[in-house]
């Protein structure tokens, strides 16, 4: 191993000083598209899981019961293909249906989708792991069904949610610089361009320091959560 | 137990940076590794029964053969991170085709040009009438392969006839977005552009970019023994009809007499630019 | 709706681009496959040498663990496939994706099997030594028996998770199924391909997926 040359071409002081403003510009609209995807995906994540668990139950006709499957096709769909394949069909496919977004948000709506089926299961899974005591005993004080979900079982079922919501969240965080692939100007695709101008590839190695400085702390601090909520 | 376990572990990752200095760059017994862009008809795509052809698949083939060596290995990289691969020394060369620019002399070594080419542009059918000189560009969308030539022509010229730019990772994904009207029209270099678009009723070309662009063969900068080599047997099959086969096999017909392609130039290298050398040398002729 | 169809479920263009699309997904098979081998014996080795207690081990785990969790895998793809030649090895681009996928999912096996091994109880350890047997005899025939166990719906979960993040492999070229299907829809003028491609997925993964939600319910 060349130590002097692999400094000069991935550890370039230089390079990195000259294409910090670049790079940041791109880490804005990561944390743009992050936030507003974790934001939508999860409130459409809950009301979903809700919905399903509202109409599944024994006391609905049979017709909106049926309601249900497309929602599971959905969500199974999404567990089953790699965001990257959702992304790219969304992006290329789209058009194709007269519906032009621009590559902003039309990664903004994957990694909404993408979230929301995570989202429902885990919130359905918290959900359905509250005893069934609470809900008998709330519809006996006479709160309605809605009203049972509202202020009863869904606080209850957050706090089981939390840690693998966590946990699911900063996988799709991480998952958002994939956007880069169909052209969004995110952290990763500046570094490639800078790479590309600048003959050199230091702006990868600036970019992977970034996106660890990053999401090294909410590693960490999703941890931390899951190990208080677990006491 | 531990303590081997600490004694492994030490020499695993000292072993891994005492590696010693990286072995022969070009070695003779192995395939030729040259670089393309797949999906860059017709110098390198993928047939719908799955095989690599193209232009500059066979004049990296026909490379080769005639440096002697067993056959070459095509390693498939997309062009905007062509350069890096070629000096991360995953090719030894770049096979597809690359226009001379003087700023890109200054970063790699040229040979000496192989193939006249020039810009064209294609856009939305619905747009063919309107579109026939520069001015008529403006406020169009115009959708190109992020770091070519076309990529330079656009940022030049932005200012002057006023369109908006949209860059993409591959020729292909461009002229897909005018087929579906996402954007208005597509830059590229004229050959792979207009076979692209052939089969597209969508999209049509437009005006056509002359110039004196001309195509080289990259290598690594201080690559120099390779580089020369790698020219005589440019040369070699330029002299003897083999390149002009190969042309007149992917664009079905002759070279004009006064294309790159029938020239051989006088020493190594592009005249005029950096890496350029006076030196005169024999073409590589088969045996 | 017939257009719905001819642009996206055309039986003509699935059937001419099936030879393409079938080289990629034996492509992306035999990457999850290596890929699961090499990072979950990877993740193995590290969280059993974490049982050691040895501190500055540990700390050289953590750290891998944390940066290889933290960063994203499509960046590690490529710091590796342009970073391996620094290092004398000019691996194919197969096993640059290979060492890629094992480097991340080592990371995330690493802290699965060591929740595993650490929820089988002190008494277990400490009742096998005192009956004569060695550390290693301890682990290999009372601990990582019953860690199996606990382990099954994570490690199945994150199997699924790097079989699926395979397809990051195709931003360093790598012939695997959505390149291949990106390929196919350029050829083709029509997004057919990648919808087949993302039904491929779906057909190939939806036992996982239910497997693994089956798991998580009896075990949860």
């Known amino acids: 191993m060349e130590l002097a040359r692999l400094i000069h071409d991935f550890f370039n002081w ?5 294409t910090l403003p670049m790079l940041a510009r791109g ?31 024994k006391s609905v006709p049979l017709l909106v019961r049926g309601l249900n499957l497309p929602i599971a096709f959905y969500v199974d769909s999404i567990r089953a293909i790699p965001p990257l394949v959702t992304l790219v069909a969304v992006y290329f496919a789209l058009p194709y249906l007269g519906v032009f977004l621009p590559r902003f948000w039309s990664a903004v709506a994957t990694f909404v989708l993408v979230l929301a089926a995570f989202a429902e299961e885990i919130f359905r899974a918290g959900i359905e792991s509250i005893d069934r005591g609470q809900t008998e005993a709330a519809r006996a004080h006479g709160l309605t069904y809605l009203q049972t979900m509202r202020y009863v079982i869904v606080p209850q079922a957050l706090r089981v949610a939390i840690p693998p919501l966590t946990s699911r969240m900063i996988s799709i965080t991480k998952d958002v610089s994939l956007a880069s692939v169909i052209g969004v100007s995110d952290l990763l695709k500046q570094a490639r361009a800078q790479q590309a101008l600048t003959a050199n590839p230091t702006p990868l190695i600036s970019a992977a320091i970034m996106f660890t400085l990053l999401f090294l702390p909410l590693v960490r601090l999703s941890m931390y959560v899951e190990r208080k909520l677990k006491q | 137990m531990k303590r081997i376990c600490t004694i492994v572990v030490v020499m695993a990752m000292a072993a891994l940076l005492a590696v010693p200095v990286l072995a022969d760059d070009h070695p003779a017994n192995e395939p030729l590794k040259a670089a393309v862009d797949m999906g860059y008809v017709p110098f390198a795509f993928v047939t719908e029964q799955g095989e690599e052809v193209g232009f500059a698949i066979d004049l990296a083939k026909a490379l080769a053969d005639r440096l002697g ?34 700023s890109r002399a200054e970063n ?10 020039a810009q064209l542009i294609a856009v939305n059918a619905e747009l063919a009438d309107e579109v026939e000189t520069f001015t008529d560009l403006s406020g169009l969308t115009i959708g190109v392969n992020t770091g070519s ?39 590229a270099d004229y050959e792979a552009l207009a076979y692209a678009v052939k089969d597209k009723p969508n999209v049509v070309p437009a005006i056509t970019i ?4 001309q195509y080289g063969l990259p290598c690594r900068l201080g690559d120099t023994a390779f580089r020369n080599q790698l020219e005589r047997a440019l040369e070699g099959i330029k002299l003897d009809g083999t390149l002009q086969a190969i042309y007149n096999k992917w664009f079905g017909m002759e070279p004009k007499p006064t294309d790159a392609i029938n020239t051989v130039y006088v020493g190594y290298g592009v005249p005029g630019l950096p890496g350029y050398e006076e030196t005169y040398h024999q073409p590589l002729f088969a045996e | 709706m017939s257009a719905f169809i001819h642009n996206f479920l055309n039986i003509d263009v699935m059937y001419r681009s099936r030879i393409i699309l079938l080289m990629g997904l034996k492509n992306t098979v035999l990457l999850a496959l290596a890929s699961l081998v090499f990072a979950s014996l990877l993740g193995l080795f590290l969280a059993v040498l974490r049982e050691l207690r040895n501190r500055p081990l540990n700390l050289l785990i953590i750290a891998y663990v944390d940066l290889f969790r933290a960063l994203p895998t499509i960046v590690l793809f490529m710091i590796v496939y342009y970073m391996t030649p620094y290092f004398s090895m000019n691996p194919p681009i197969f096993w640059s994706a290979v060492i890629t996928l094992s480097l991340n999912g080592a990371a995330y096996f690493e802290e699965i099997f060591r929740a595993g091994i650490e929820s089988i109880s002190k008494g277990q350890t400490e009742a096998s030594r005192s009956l004569g047997l060695t550390y290693w005899q301890t682990m290999r025939h009372v601990i990582l028996p019953q860690a199996v166990r606990v382990v099954l719906p994570p490690a199945t979960s994150n199997s699924l998770e790097l079989v699926k993040t395979t397809v990051l492999a195709s931003v360093i070229s790598m012939p695997e199924l959505m390149y291949k299907a990106q390929q196919a829809y350029g050829l083709m003028a029509n997004p057919t391909p990648l ?19 089956y798991l998580e319910r009896r075990m949860g």
């Open chain 2, 149 to 187: 030539v076309s990529d330079d022509w656009l940022v030049n010229n932005q200012a002057e006839y006023g369109f908006t730019i949209d860059r993409y990772d591959s020729m292909l994904d461009a002229i897909m977005a005018v087929d579906t009207g996402r954007i208005d029209a597509v830059i």
């Open chain 3, 195 to 213: 919808i087949t491609a993302a039904l491929i997925f779906l057909v190939m993964l939806w036992p996982f997926v239910r497997l693994t939600s």
């Open chain 1, 14 to 18: 230089h390079v990195m000083v000259e």
């Open chain 1, 27 to 57: 880490l804005v609209v990561t944390v743009e598209i992050a936030a507003l995807s974790l934001v939508i995906g999860i409130a459409l994540g809950l009301v979903l899981a809700v919905a399903r668990v509202a109409i599944t139950r």
């Open chain 2, 210 to 213: 002359t110039g004196s662009e």
């Open chain 2, 69 to 102: 060596r067993p056959g070459v290995e095509i390693v498939s990289v997309q062009w905007s991170g062509i350069f890096a691969a070629l000096n991360a020394k995953r090719v030894e060369f770049i096979v597809a085709p690359t226009n001379i620019r003087p």
């Open chain 2, 108 to 117: 790699m070594l040229f040979t000496e040009p192989y193939m006249d080419t």
